[in-house]
């Protein structure tokens, strides 16, 4: 669609909050198929070749420059597909190998007000096949009066007030983007005389003790970013990690993340400090929550190590710079409940969403050039 009087491109969007994450939804319908079409009107859309988004509606933050793109599923089992894109405005670059959890928390309820899934009286699963992995996540929305409903008593660290718990539950987390739970095939590896755990449930992350980099795993966000000999020692490890995991290029990519463990102080499991892998998230990724949490069932590790390995059922709690989050595990499929295999458990999370605005978003009608983009 074209304006008449400016020719900008007008896309119908809707702006929604996920868990600790906020972006623009997209029906598919709406987007060009080609994938190179679509990035260059998403790089447009979010504000690309500056780091606050000024052009566009990028937040300034990688945690406010996602985007979903949501349509009817193209595998059995699932109710829609979910497509997530980190845009990466300063570099003009979109990054579709991850997922994102958070953003996912939206999906159902963008999903049933899109009318792509029906609602039901009073709670309404929504089987969600992630496209960026393959994997299936189940929601279940709140609808009662078959509406869905954003207000609730729900809490999660990170946001305001209360509102309508969402529940999500990733079915079959393992190997999300390597097809192993453990890619390098060890539950821990040796990178530069430090030890890391390198394992893939829901999303591929390192995880590597604090204490083994100078850090304590508590200090202001911020700190970590101005310190630039610690963020390229972790760089180089992330990206060595990544060669390990079979990510060829993972300088160039947002996988694998990595993650800071260390001791609890307020009760937990372990306190983290989760990396988007360029910057210190302010909260907890749910998908690299997912990934932390189950490498605690499996021995030798390093989060086992540090937190005690942890049986099924059980819970993992997670100290981060904003709270605590939990995650529910569960034996997955094929999986004892008393030890933990290469099968992930089930992992269960809480999140809550809402609607924030909706209408036309508008692209420019040519991009600039990757060069420009990258001035």
């Known amino acids: 669609m074209t304006h008449p009087m400016n020719r900008q491109i007008g896309i119908p969007c809707v702006m929604m909050r996920g868990g600790t994450s906020r972006g623009p939804f ?4 709406d987007l060009p198929a080609a994938p190179m079409e679509r990035d260059a009107l998403l790089l447009s859309v979010m504000g690309a070749g500056n780091d606050l988004g000024i052009d566009g509606i990028g937040g300034g933050n990688p945690l406010t420059s996602k985007v979903a793109i949501v349509g009817p599923a193209t595998r059995a089992g699932a109710d829609v597909d979910y497509l997530f894109a980190q845009v990466r405005v300063q570099e003009g670059v979109v990054d579709t190998s991850p997922n994102c959890g958070n953003m996912l928390a939206a999906v159902g309820p963008f999903a049933i007000e899109s009318g792509l899934v029906p609602a039901t009286d009073g709670v309404t699963v929504v089987r969600i096949h992630n496209v960026n992995t393959g994997k299936l996540i189940e929601a279940r929305v709140q609808t009662p009066g078959r509406q869905v409903a954003y207000e609730g008593e729900a809490v999660i660290d990170g946001v305001p007030g209360t509102a309508a718990p969402i529940h999500l539950a990733f079915l079959d987390a393992a190997g999300a983007n390597t097809g192993r739970l453990l890619p390098t095939g060890s539950p821990a590896d040796l990178i530069d005389g430090v030890e890391v755990t390198c394992i893939d449930a829901a999303i591929p992350v390192m995880l590597v003790r604090a204490a083994d980099l100078a850090k304590t795993g508590y200090e202001p966000v911020d700190s970590y970013r ?56 302010r909260a907890m990724a749910i998908t690299g929550a997912v990934a932390t949490a189950t490498a605690c069932t499996i021995p030798e590790t390093v989060a086992a190590a540090l937190a005690g390995r942890l049986t099924l059922p059980g819970d993992v709690t997670f100290e981060h710079p904003a709270g605590r989050l939990t995650v529910r ?19 269960s999370i809480l999140r809550t969403a809402r609607r924030l605005f909706e209408g036309t978003v508008f692209a420019r009608p040519s991009t600039p050039s990757r060069t420009a983009l990258a001035a």
């Open 26 to 29: 997209f029906l598919a319908s």
């Open 226 to 281: 101005s310190d630039r000999d610690f963020m390229a020692r972790l760089e180089a490890l992330r990206v060595e990690a990544g060669r390990r995991m079979g990510f060829r290029n993972a300088a160039g990519m947002v996988i694998p993340k990595p993650v800071l463990l260390a001791p609890p102080t307020r009760g937990g499991t372990l306190a983290v400090r989760y990396f988007m892998p360029h910057d210190c998230h």
């Open 329 to 347: 595990l569960d034996p997955g499929a094929g999986q004892s409940a008393l030890t933990a295999t290469a099968t992930a458990p089930t992992a």
